[in-house]
Antibody, heavy 122, light 108 residues
Framework: QLQLQESGPGLVKPSETLSLTCTVS??????????WGWIRQPPGKGLEWIGS???????YYNPSLKSRVTISVDTSKNQFSLKLSSVTAADTAVYFC??????????????WGRGTLVTVSS | SYVLTQPPSVSVAPGKTARITCGGK??????VHWYQQKPGQAPVLVIY???DRPSGIPERFSGSNSGNTATLTISRVEAGDEADYYC???????????FGGGTKLTVL
């Protein structure tokens, strides 16, 4: 049974870079059928897509975050990672990693990690 | 960019039918996916491709999509259905994932 687990610092200082890793277990990140993505949820608010990556390294980013976001993949470790630079308090959120089922013109998240809270504060 | 509009809240009595809408320009031409999120938990996919149910999701959950509105319908609502529900599409014109703002379902 495939599982996703987020990991990384729970506290980041303003202006620094937030770094998170999602480890995929019970299956291969190199499956041709799926993309892998990051979604965040500020406290008490809705879901916001951050970006997605294919095992080949092809990426898609939310345009509102694109200038600060880098998503990468390490197939040898079965992991993908998120870096968000120049963070502010507005980046405080629960960050989820998830698997995306991808077909022509249809993307949806069929499996999610449990999420990790990242707080931006000095 | 493409916008999805959901009502902030919907209330329903146990045993009744809840309908949660998701509005978007010509959304009927897109595939809509729905997620259920309970407090402190990750979202769970409950409907994909407008009306398909993943394995393990009760038949009480159904979906439809036409014109400018997609609808998630929950029949015979139970207390355990109380949660936030989000619609989502893939906007192929801009290659972006778009979520609705979410609807809090309250079971009275």
């Amino acid at each position: 049974q495939l599982q996703l687990q987020e990991s990384g610092p729970g506290l980041v200082k303003p202006s620094e870079t937030l770094s998170l890793t999602c480890t995929v277990s019970g299956g291969s990140i190199s499956s041709s059928s799926y993309y892998w993505g990051w979604i965040r949820q500020p406290p008490g608010k809705g879901l916001e897509w951050i970006g997605s990556i294919y095992y080949s390294g092809s990426t898609y980013y939310n345009p509102s975050l694109k200038s600060r976001v880098t998503i990468s993949v390490d197939t040898s470790k079965n992991q993908f990672s998120l870096k968000l630079s120049s963070v502010t308090a507005a980046d405080t959120a629960v960050y989820f990693c998830a698997r995306l089922e991808v077909t022509i013109a249809n993307w949806y998240f069929d499996l999610w990690g449990r999420g990790t809270l990242v707080t931006v504060s000095s | 960019s493409y916008v999805l509009t959901q009502p902030p809240s919907v209330s329903v009595a146990p045993g009744k039918t809840a309908r949660i809408t998701c509005g978007g320009k010509n959304i009927g031409s897109k595939s809509v996916h729905w997620y259920q999120q309970k407090p402190g938990q990750a979202p769970v996919l409950v409907i994909y491709y407008d009306s398909d149910r993943p394995s393990g999701i009760p038949e009480r959950f159904s979906g439809s999509n036409s014109g400018n509105t997609a609808t998630l319908t929950i029949s015979r609502v139970e207390a355990g259905d109380e949660a936030d529900y989000y619609c989502q599409v893939w906007d192929s014109s801009s290659d972006h994932v778009v979520f609705g703002g979410g609807t809090k379902l309250t079971v009275l």
